[in-house]
C-alpha cells in the first residue's frame, strides 16, 4: 500500500508540470485613418497601430488608391492625388508584430475640388413664357456656370434660399457640369418632377440663395438680390464675372453676353 501512494504522487506532479507553456501572442491591431486634402494637393499621412505585446511594428500597404500614389518610408508616407482628380480615394494596410498580422484597416480619403471657378451666373425669378421645364411648365431657375478646364460632379454640394439652412436642397449624385459649361436648375418646389427641381421657389421680391460646398458650411457662390421683373433674368454680364444686370433676352444654358 505504501508503494501505490508514492507512485500517486509522482503523478500528480508531474500532471501539473505538463500544463506549463508559452504565452499565447496577441494579434496586433490596424487603425483606419480618415484624410482630407485638396485637389492638387499632395499630403502627409502616418498609419497607426498598436501591440498588446508591446513589440515593433512592421506596416505593409495591402491595396493601392485607385486615383493618387504613394511615396515615402512607411509608416509616414506622402499621398499626392492624380492631376485635376476630386473625389473619394482609398487604400489599404495591415500591420504586423512579427508573428502574426492584423486585420486590414483602411485610409479613406477625400480630395476637395477647387471651387473657385464654380459660378452662379444667371436666374430667372419670375417666368411666364420664358422657357418651360420637362413637363411643360413655366417654372424659376438658375444657372450655374463652371468656368474651370475640367468637369465636376456636383453631387453633394447644396442649393439653398436659406442662410440658417444652408443643406436645404443637395445636388443628386452624378449631376456633372463640363468645363466651360452651364447646368439649369428648376427652382419651383416639384422634385418629383425630375432631379434637378429643388425643394424651394425663387422670391421675385427678393431674396438670398447660395451655393454651398458638400461640407454644408462653406459657400461656393452666394447672391443677395432684389425686386425682379416678370420675364427678365438676372445674370453677370459675362460668363464668371462679378457685374450682374437684367436681361431682356434670358440665357439659360447659354453663356451671358451674347
Known sequence: MQSLSFIAIIFLLL????????EANNAPVANDITIVTDENVSIEITLAGSDAEGGDLIFEII?????????????????????NFSGNDSFSYHVSDGVTYSEVATVSITVLPNLAGLFINEFLAS???INMDEVGEYDDWLELYNAGNISM?????????????????????????????FLLVWCDEDQEQGSLH???????????????????????DSLSFGPQTNDLSYGRTSDGNSVWDFFNTPTPNSPNGN
Open 198 to 220: 429643388t425643394n424651394f421657389r425663387l422670391s421675385a421680391d427678393g431674396e438670398f440663395i447660395a451655393l454651398v460646398s458638400p461640407d454644408g458650411l462653406s459657400v461656393v
Open 15 to 22: 500532471s501539473c508540470e505538463d500544463k506549463q507553456g508559452p
Open 63 to 83: 491595396e493601392y488608391p485607385l486615383y493618387g500614389t504613394l511615396d515615402g518610408e512607411l509608416p509616414t508616407i506622402i499621398y499626392t492625388p492624380n492631376t
Open 153 to 181: 460632379d456636383l453631387g453633394g454640394f447644396f442649393l439653398t434660399d436659406n442662410l440658417e439652412n444652408l443643406t436645404k436642397w443637395e445636388i443628386p449624385e452624378e449631376t456633372v457640369i463640363s468645363d466651360g459649361g
Open 127 to 129: 417666368n411666364s413664357a
